[in-house]
């Protein structure tokens, strides 16, 4: 996968039109993980990527 691709789709059950928030990739690379929560908050890990570059913040995967 590349940097910029969706990885997921956040449901928003409480809003009005836009009910489905793009989670996108940070990162190019080989995607090998996935939470399985029902439930998320910001900032939480949905998805996890191996790629060659190191990133910025230590809490992303």
């Known amino acids: 996968m590349r940097a ?3 990885l997921a789709e956040i449901v928003l059950p409480y ?4 009910d489905r928030l793009p989670v996108a990739a ?3 690379g080989i995607f090998f993980a996935r939470c399985h929560a029902t439930v ?3 900032n939480d890990v949905v998805a996890k ?3 060659d570059m190191p ?3 230590p809490k992303h995967y």
């Open 26 to 28: 940070i990162t190019g």
């Open 15 to 18: 809003a009005v039109g836009e």
């Open 49 to 51: 990527v191996a790629g």
């Open 4 to 6: 910029g691709d969706l």
């Open 40 to 42: 998320v908050q910001r």
């Open 55 to 57: 990133l910025n913040d």
